[in-house]
């Protein structure tokens, strides 16, 4: 049994350790302001992971500094992920770590691009092979961060209307965030970064993550960028949602409200496991964590009513692929041999999560494209429905501010297991790091390279300059109403005005609610 205390033991045990005396003096180190790292230097690159930037957490807590040490730390190898269901290798309550890439810990103050990872909110790490920042680093002469932080209940798990001394416990994960950030402001010229250039890139929750940074008062100033890739946060988690899913939470785990505290000591496996009970609000699916307008770290919404002022002065990409939920449901069994007759039930308010008949998208569909077939439309409207809408909406919001936001659509195909093809969700990151031949990509092949090429420098190009446009994309034109503007990227990148606007414009019709919240 994993309790609280053995897993921070855990944590620490993966953490960086005291350099051994027979460490090579030719080893990358760094000072930073708890104390001096040591990594190792691979093909040109000094890499450090693992690196602490927060003390082992106190259980929705706010995070604090680490203890300073004065032994050089060794930092090889990455830190422990927040407790998750799933296969998540080293899981700990003591998580804070970050990883680093830099060409030379040098006084060339390099722009610095710090990728928030995905898994809604839920899961995942910073130490996916994918998220390798080594190529991207050389290729743009740029500094690469991966981090981790809390995550499902440890980082979202709103208790403060039920118990006293839990005020913050629904934003922890995000004001993990924002100590990484600090650190990066106090710490990154030592690695070669420029402090004033910080870019953060995220896919998925990732991006939900960084939408949610740029209405947090708290994390004013300490970026300078933003790019989301399939990854958006239109509305935060309302405090009564909230409290009513912390109280469904804590009934799973067998305590009633007015015993809340004892959360706080309980074996993590019963408080991961209890996260599977059905969602109140939501009607389905297991228990949803994430951020929350709790007035004290989240005042408002990040794009409800507008895009919030406090980001609109960051340039920023919004990206997304074009057959978003293939990755979600394009192997699912229920989809062989989908007739009109049956697509009904697949089109169910669990599936699109929107308040919309199964029968009235069919029709909008059937009239849009007749020659598309009922598997085509499961995925076309479930993506248009679901999963873009928090994109256009975050886009339209800025236009309307006259805030910077250049658009894409990801139409190269990836390749799933099962072999099918499409521009499915997950498909750009490779293409971003410059990592389309790295373990787990599934965006390969003639053509992979050529855009991955492309599309990365066009991110290096945001975060040294805060525009995007280079000389391996046409003319990035900002996202302006009415025209919106959207670079369509495959193997020949090329803009469109308003791509899958007949969609857009079916859907624009039904109010929208971002899941969960």
């Not at 600090?182 to 004033?196: K, T, V, Y």
């Not at 092949?445 to 991110?459: E, I, T, V, Y």
């Amino acid at each position: 049994m994993i309790t609280r205390r053995s897993a921070i033991v855990a944590g620490l045990a993966g953490a960086a350790l005291p350099l051994a005396a027979r460490a090579d003096s030719r080893d990358p180190q760094a000072q930073t302001t708890t104390g001096p790292v040591v990594g190792v230097r691979r093909e040109g690159i000094s890499v450090f992971k693992g690196v602490r930037y927060g003390a082992p957490t106190r259980r929705f807590q706010p995070p604090e500094r680490p203890t300073p040490w004065r032994e050089p730390m060794r930092t090889t190898a990455y830190g422990a992920a927040s407790p998750q269901r799933g296969d998540e290798a080293n899981q700990s309550e003591d998580c804070l770590f970050l990883n680093v890439w830099t060409p030379g810990g040098d006084a060339a103050r390099r722009p610095v691009m710090v990728y928030i990872h995905g898994g809604a909110y839920s899961s995942g790490s910073g130490s996916d092979p994918l998220y390798d920042g080594a190529r991207l680093a050389a290729r743009g002469d740029v500094v690469v961060v991966t981090l981790n932080h809390r995550l499902n209940v440890f980082g979202y798990a709103y208790l403060a209307r039920l118990a006293p001394g839990f005020e913050d416990s629904g934003n922890v994960g995000q004001l993990d965030l924002i100590l990484a950030l600090q650190w990066m402001r106090d710490n990154i010229a030592a690695f070669g970064g420029d402090p004033s250039r910080v870019m953060l890139f995220g896919q998925s929750g990732g991006g939900a993550k960084i939408a949610t940074l740029m209405a947090t008062p708290a994390a004013q100033g300490l970026f300078h960028r933003a790019a989301t890739m399939s990854g958006q946060q239109v509305t935060a988690s309302g405090p009564i949602n909230a409290t009513t899913r912390a109280t469904t939470w804590l009934k799973a785990l067998g305590l009633t409200p007015d015993r809340a505290t004892e959360a706080a000591t309980m074996p993590v496996e019963r408080l991961l496991e209890a996260q599977g009970a059905e969602d109140p609000i939501l009607g389905f699916g297991g228990l949803y964590f994430g951020p929350v307008l709790d007035f004290r770290t989240l005042p408002r919404h990040p794009f409800y009513p507008d895009a919030a002022p406090l980001g609109r002065s960051i340039p920023m990409i919004i990206g997304n692929t074009r057959e978003e939920t293939l990755g979600f449901m394009g192997d699912d069994p229920r989809n062989v041999g989908l007739t009109w007759q049956t697509l009904a039930a697949r089109l169910s308010p669990g599936v699109m999560r929107i308040d919309i008949t199964p029968e009235a998208v069919i029709a909008g569909y059937r009239a849009m494209h007749p020659d598309w077939s009922p598997d085509q439309v499961l995925i076309a409207a479930t993506t248009a429905g679901r999963s873009w809408r928090g994109a256009v909406i975050e886009a339209e919001e800025r236009a309307k501010a006259g805030a910077p936001a250049w658009v894409y659509q990801l139409d190269f195909p990836g390749e799933l297991a099962s072999g099918r093809k499409g521009a499915f969700h997950t498909a750009d990151i490779p293409l971003v790091f410059d990592n389309v031949e790295a373990a787990g990509s599934r965006t390969r092949g003639p053509g992979a390279q050529g855009l991955s090429d492309r599309m990365s420098d066009a991110f290096i190009a945001l975060a040294r300059d805060g525009d995007p446009n280079n000389a391996g994309l046409p003319r990035w034109h900002r996202y302006e109403l009415p025209r919106r503007q959207t670079m369509l990227m495959d193997v020949q990148p090329r803009m469109a005005d308003d791509p899958r606007g007949d969609e857009r414009a079916f859907f624009s019709a039904i109010p929208y609610i971002q899941p969960g919240t």
